[in-house]
């Protein structure tokens, strides 16, 4: 078992930043890869960001890509989201997510709101 707490969320005003962490517990964070989604209101959970076990190659989707960043700290258990240049349609819970293999676990997700 993985166990994922997701905190940094926030209100804030269109172009501001937020830092979202995601602290690991249980089995080896390292061996995961680490991922980012979100659900908006009404919408479906989406995909935002992934990062490698190492730390060394990342993905992200369009919508983000250029404003947020993701990285993780393995000898903290800890991954992150760098979000900056903030918009309202970024408003969503955002949800941590650890994946290997058929292993996959989320934590409770962390609000973001956006105002304009």
């Known amino acids: 078992q993985v166990q994922l707490v997701e905190s940094g969320g926030g209100l804030v005003q269109t172009g501001g930043s937020l830092r979202l962490s995601c602290a690991a517990s249980?089995?080896?964070?390292?061996?995961?890869?680490m991922r980012w989604f979100r659900q908006a209101p009404g919408k479906e959970r989406e995909f935002v960001a992934r990062i490698s076990w190492s730390g060394s190659i990342s993905h992200y989707e369009d919508s983000v890509k250029g404003r947020f960043t993701i990285s993780r700290d393995n000898a903290k258990n800890t991954v992150y989201l760098q979000m900056n240049s903030l918009k309202p349609e970024d408003t969503a819970i955002y949800f941590c997510?650890?994946?290997?293999?058929?292993?996959?676990?989320w934590g409770q997700g962390t609000q973001v709101t956006v105002s304009s």
């Open positions: 997510n650890a994946n290997l293999g058929r292993d996959d676990y």
């Open positions: 249980g089995r080896t964070f390292s061996n995961y890869l």
